[in-house]
């Protein structure tokens, strides 16, 4: 492609700088706009500086793929509802072996759910349980977050809806689901191996020393969580398992106890027999006038008795009977209420169900090779369907900034494009990036490695991807595959080289920065001494298993 008027290219290179330095920096202190408004101010300024006409900026922007990654996104946030993050959560915690077993879990989940549900989701949705998980276990954060956020970068590069730059591909490559997948599978795996190996060799020390001082405090956690939750029988109601023995037990205690001289005036009447004398009758008269009036004094102190005693059995059978009717009463709600209880975790049990078998769905849809967009969509509408819901909750979770910023994307590009600068640059660099040998695949890789941290990963990726795929069809329908296979590894990989070298190293950066009461700062540096060697090894490594 010839290169257009200075007066355009000028233009074109001014819209695109503003692009680039807004998606790199998007807090710059001149203008902290951020990436989405960055992206559609250098798409404003293509067209106003008539390097693209607006008919042509509408045509730049490419619905296959936004229709791709709107249904993605859907799905995901279906099934994060639907628990499915939480069961990955489990699954790191169930019979962890200590600190390097864990880091090695991590790695491994956070690869298959970013192939999954992309690497953005995953990040958002792990890290907070990452850092819970490490300060409960008194372990570091930082190898964890690091091993999150690689992995799900290397992870995310298996399947066309892993990342972005992968969804770009798969439509302008139309290389099948299936294919993909079994292209990139080896080397990722590979690399998530190599990751992980790498996080052990850098942290080995002081993933075992935290260990040795981990083991007594993770016991008394859970000495006291199981503590916490034991059951307190104070709490029971005992008015409720009163029966008539344990009535008439309190019945008699309380007699008892309520007439202390009752036992007296007995005593005093026997006294009395025993002292009466048989031989004198004004003596026998005057103690038989006492003993009458003795009985009758005690004949009346058992008639209170007894009304005393009568109101209190009464009182108490009034209240055991009302406690009985409660109960009876009560009965009957809470059957009620555990019957519908038991019916809304059926419900919920079948709508998970169901959320998982369209999911699945969807992927199988993907391997036959049918179309990768209208899947993505078919299988968000119908968990929409299916949700019998209103779904204006879900779907606002969807990024719609990033839809906007990829709009806004495809229209920069397309206007730096048409300055004929990219075309320029790739007409000198192409007699050296010949992929049918060692030096030119090297090239290559450097060159992609070196623009997804300038650029970002998805402009290199639209700039580049039809220039190489078009140079390695020269050589044959193979190589042009495994040009869009290379393209999609490396430049996802990439990520991994620097903090900003990827959108899902700045979530866990940010997530980690905000995480309440777990806050934790991960710097540039310190990701830059594990990133530089992680990078270039698996992608090296990656390099020889896709040819």
């Known amino acids: 492609m010839a290169m257009a008027s200075i007066v355009k290219v000028v233009l074109g290179s001014i819209a695109f700088a503003v692009f680039w330095v807004l998606a790199v920096f998007p807090a710059v202190p001149f203008l902290p706009i951020g990436r989405t408004a960055g992206s559609l101010l250098g798409a404003m300024l293509m067209v106003i500086f008539r390097v693209l006409t607006p008919d042509q900026a509408y045509a730049a922007i490419d619905l296959p793929i936004l229709g791709l990654l709107f249904g993605t996104m859907v799905v995901s ?54 850092l819970k998980v490490a300060k409960q276990h008194n372990l570091p954060p930082h190898p964890f977050l690091l091993a999150l956020a690689s992995s799900a970068n290397i992870g995310s590069a298996a399947t066309p809806i892993g990342n972005p730059q992968n969804l770009v591909i798969a439509v302008q490559s139309k290389i099948p689901f299936g294919k993909f997948v079994i292209g990139i599978l080896p080397p990722m795996l ?61 019945l008699d205690t309380a007699d008892v106890k309520s007439s202390p001289n009752f036992s007296g005036n007995i005593d005093n009447v026997e006294t009395l027999r025993n002292r009466l004398p048989s031989s004198e009758n004004e003596i026998n008269s005057v103690h038989s006038g006492a003993l009458d009036s003795a009985r009758n004094s005690i004949a009346s102190k058992e008639g209170t008795l007894d009304v005393s005693s009568q109101k209190r059995e009464e009182t108490i059978l009034s209240e055991g009977a009302a406690s009985n009717n409660r109960l009876r009463d009560a009965c009957p709600t809470e059957s009620l209420e555990g019957k519908e209880n038991l019916t809304t975790r059926w419900k919920r049990l079948l709508w998970k169900s169901g959320v ?91 060159t992609i490695l070196v623009l997804s941290n300038l650029a970002s990963n998805v402009p290199t990726v639209l700039l580049l991807g039809a220039r190489v795929a078009a140079s390695a069809a020269a050589i044959s329908v193979a190589e042009e595959k495994n040009a869009w296979l290379l393209l999609a590894w490396v430049s996802t990989v990439a990520g991994n080289l620097s903090l900003l070298g990827s959108a899902a190293n700045l979530i866990v950066c940010e ?34 298993l896709i040819r």
């Not at 994307?409 to 600068?421: D, R, S």
């Not at 997530?511 to 009461?517: H, L």
């Open 77 to 130: 946030i279906y099934l994060e509802r639907a628990d499915m993050f939480k069961y990955l959560g489990k699954l790191l915690l169930w019979k962890t072996q200590g600190a390097k077993d864990l880091l090695c879990r991590i790695c491994l989940i956070s690869a298959i759910s970013s192939a999954l549900f992309t690497n953005d989701t995953s990040c958002v949705v792990l890290t907070e349980f990452v």
């Open 190 to 250: 590979v690399g998530i191996f190599v990751n992980a190996l790498i996080l052990l060799c850098m942290f080995w020390r002081l993933l075992s020393v935290v260990k040795d001082e981990e083991d007594p405090a993770g016991e008394v956690v859970v000495e006291e969580d199981v503590s916490s939750h034991r059951f307190s029988p104070a709490t029971l109601s005992h008015s409720a398992s009163l029966n008539s023995q344990e009535l008439n037990f309190r």
């Open 356 to 446: 998982y078998l369209v999911t699945i769905g969807m992927l199988i849809a993907l391997l036959m090779g049918l179309n990768m967009s209208w899947c993505a969509i078919t299988a968000a509408l119908a968990l929409v369907v299916l949700d019998f819901t209103d779904a204006r909750p879900s779907l606002e979770k969807v990024s719609y900034s990033l839809l906007i910023f990829f709009c806004g994307m495809f229209i920069t590009v397309e206007g730096f494009n048409k300055t004929g600068i990219p075309s320029a640059l790739w007409d000198f660099m192409e007699p050296y990036a010949h992929i049918d040998h060692a030096t030119g695949i090297a090239v290559l890789a450097l």
């Open 511 to 544: 997530q980690a920065r905000q995480a309440p009461y777990l806050a934790y700062t991960l710097s540039f540096w310190s990701h830059l001494k594990f990133g530089v060697p992680s990078t270039l090894l698996v992608t090296a490594i990656g390099l020889t």
